[in-house]
């Protein structure tokens, strides 16, 4: 039943993302094209097209990251917490698999959109690295900062911080969801509350995050922990991509089951 809901939820997004990623990429190669036809011409038309082209693009890679969250979580709560809910909740499928087909949908358009925002922010790159001669200087950065690790290291550095997107994606998500579940558990204002449990859940998860740093600091400050200061970015490397994964998955267990528990207990779709 997974697949059936999965297929059905990629369905229905698809007919928004798509567009929005074409009208990404279309942007994206106005703007180059403009790029150089301005360097080739000296017209002031052009430059003044460049600039209203380049506030374009901008506003087209910022709008696409929004659309795609702002759509996924739109999708939780039409089809879960609006009188939808009252046929989803009847299908043969469990509060697990209705959870879940959200979540890989989400993760699925999220890991689409970064493509794309790549694709496009690749496509303009190559007219201002050319407009500014600095493909040289960049290929020398980079051939330093590849050199700091081995190529096994960096095989699992990449890994890892593919998992940890991927953890941190979901906990993201799912925070929404956990917010949308626990204010729609009450009979009145569902909407409102939401959204008050959601600042709520960031701005406890802000403070917590800000006391460990400055705990961090101190520890830093006052002891001399050989992990940090041996002197090997590969040993720091790991250990930032070993807390970043371990908080993701504890976040995204916390929220999944708040948001599990509440489907299950505390629904109220009335």
């Given at each position: 039943?997974?697949?059936?809901?999965?297929?059905?939820?990629?369905?229905?997004?698809?007919?928004?993302?798509?567009?929005?990623?074409?009208?990404?990429?279309?942007?994206?190669?106005?703007?180059?094209?403009?790029?150089?036809?301005?360097?080739?011409?000296?017209l002031m038309a052009l430059d003044i097209f460049l600039g209203i082209l380049s506030t374009v693009f901008t506003i087209t890679l910022a709008g696409t990251l929004v659309c795609n969250t702002a759509l996924m979580v739109y999708?939780?709560?039409?089809?879960?917490m609006t009188d939808e809910g009252y046929l989803m909740f009847t299908l043969p499928a469990t509060v697990d698999g209705l959870i879940c087909s959200k979540l890989l949908s989400a993760l699925i358009w999220s890991a689409c959109t970064v493509l794309a925002e790549a694709l496009a922010l690749w496509i303009s790159a190559r007219g201002v690295f050319v407009?500014?001669?600095?493909?040289?200087?960049?290929?020398?950065?980079?051939?330093?900062?590849?050199?700091?690790?081995?190529?096994?290291?960096w095989i699992s550095f990449i890994?890892?911080?593919?998992?940890?997107?991927?953890?941190?994606?979901?906990?993201?998500?799912?925070?929404?969801?956990a917010a949308i579940a626990l204010g729609h558990s009450f009979a009145?204002?569902?909407?409102?509350?939401?959204?008050?449990?959601?600042?709520?859940?960031?701005?406890g998860?802000?403070?917590?995050?800000?006391?460990?740093?400055?705990?961090g600091i101190v520890y830093l400050a006052t002891d001399t922990p050989p992990l940090f200061?041996?002197?090997?970015?590969?040993?720091?490397?790991?250990a930032v991509l070993l807390i970043s994964l371990v908080t993701s998955l504890v976040l995204a267990a916390v929220f999944y089951v708040v948001t599990r528990l509440l489907l299950k207990k505390r629904l109220n779709l009335a």
């Open positions: 039943m997974l697949g059936k809901l999965l297929k059905h939820e990629l369905r229905a997004t698809a007919r928004i993302m798509i567009p929005v990623y074409l009208l990404l990429v279309v942007s994206a190669c106005l703007f180059t094209l403009t790029m150089f036809l301005a360097d080739a011409y000296d999708r939780f709560y039409k089809n879960l407009r500014e001669g600095l493909e040289l200087l960049f290929a020398e950065d980079w051939s330093i900062i590849f050199n700091l690790f081995s190529t096994g290291q890994l890892q911080a593919i998992l940890a997107l991927v953890l941190s994606t979901s906990a993201s998500f799912l925070l929404f969801y009145n204002h569902k909407v409102l509350l939401s959204v008050v449990f959601y600042f709520a859940f960031t701005f998860l802000q403070t917590l995050g800000s006391f460990l740093s400055v705990f200061l041996d002197g090997d970015p590969a040993v720091i490397v790991q």
